[in-house]
């Protein structure tokens, strides 16, 4: 483990930035929609029904009627009108899965407003609830529409379960807010990850992981590691970077890296520079494959464990921020392996550079992943500029 000891010793520095140059895609994305899907939720236009009621819908809290004089599509929407910020109103319809994997659920819907009041929050918005067959929850995931007097407009949430899904409740939410709303065309479907594909940070990405010379990070204990760079804001594929300095022309960026040694942990620093002068929205991802046979053991917390069979496993918190709306509870994250010599591997964050980050393992990939989202502006303090460290380090 990490002593106590705060002396560095800089074991490579890279100065300037020109060097290597990535060309093809280390991993190459794969749009959702590209991806065979299967409709799970019933009547989503309210159309089939009664004059109060439509099938496979119900009230939450106060509840809703239905308005024939106002639709998005078809003969009919759904209404709820608050005239007290204390009152719950709206639609909602429980999807019973029983996923035998985790199965990626996207959520949409419509909805119009007249002179709803406060901001844009989850008091008004599509959100959903989620039960894990294992009986954990996911709660609150959700996109808010906007506030004020709109006509229809479409919001969108994409769910990357950490574990198979038992069943959701999808509601058109209204609550905290006054005025008038209108809910139609809501979708819940449940997307098929085909032979091959995989999620990376809860982006669909296809197989193989394609690593070329001269994108290796050594490391202290022999491993090695490599920097993932993904454009967010265009849905890009993720690039290896070059290092310890180089190019990246399909993304526009500049990047160079350096590592320290600290005690037992290797510590290694990603800058990236945009060169276009635009504003930026990227993900920088320190891969760590542990390339071993063998089980491995995923620990959420000091307390409880899991075998890592497949997929992704992190313990994260939902925000209103970044590539996916996840953080990290621990600036750590580890798993373990069993036998004659018990071996432990840790990924770790600086706690004295706030970033937004995710920590986890990939058990496609059998590796542990630091995942950044950062934002580069020209008129930042440092422009068109940011950096990222990560920490990686064995225990026994």
Known sequence: MMGPREW??????????????????????????????????????????????????????????????????????????????????????????KQKRPQVVIASAWSRAEGVSGGADSGYSLYLDIIYTDGTPLWGQHAPFSTGTHDWERREVVVVPEKPIEHLTVYGLFRGHTGTVWFDDFSLVEVQLEEGVETLDDVPVLRPLRLPEGTTVPLADG?????????????????????????????????????????????????????????????????????????????????????????????????????????????????????????????????????LYRLAYHAGFRALYAAFDVGLAPDAKR????????????FA
């Open 223 to 355: 491993t090695y590691g490599h920097w993932l760079v993904r454009d967010v804001a265009t849905e890009g594929d993720f690039y290896a970077v070059p290092w310890p300095k180089g190019v990246i022309p399909a993304l526009h960026l500049e990047v160079r890296g350096h590592r320290e040694q600290r005690d037992e942990a290797t510590e290694v620093t990603l800058e990236v520079r945009d060169t276009t002068g635009r504003d930026r929205a990227l993900t920088l991802l320190f891969l760590w494959p542990l390339g071993e046979e063998g089980v491995w053991r995923w620990w959420q917390d000091v307390r409880r464990s899991e075998v890592a069979e497949r997929g992704e496993h992190r313990f994260t918190a939902t925000c209103n921020a970044g590539s996916n709306g996840r953080i990290s509870y621990y600036p750590l994250a580890c798993v373990t392996r069993g036998g004659p010599q018990p071996q432990g591997y840790c990924i770790a964050v600086r706690m004295d550079r706030p970033r």
């Open 8 to 97: 560095w010793l800089v074991v490579s520095l890279a100065v300037g930035w020109q060097t290597g140059e990535a060309q093809e895609p280390a991993l190459r994305t794969v749009r959702s929609e590209a991806l065979p899907r299967l409709e799970r939720l019933v009547n989503g236009g309210f159309e089939e029904g009664t004059a109060t009621e439509a099938r496979g819908w119900s009230d939450w809290r106060l509840g809703h009627t239905y308005d024939t004089a106002v639709a998005r599509s078809g003969r009919r929407s759904a209404k709820c009108v608050a005239t007290d910020p204390e009152q719950q109103r709206g639609p909602m319809q429980r999807i019973v899965l």
């Open 383 to 394: 422009p068109s500029t940011a950096d990222v460290t990560a920490l990686a380090y064995r």
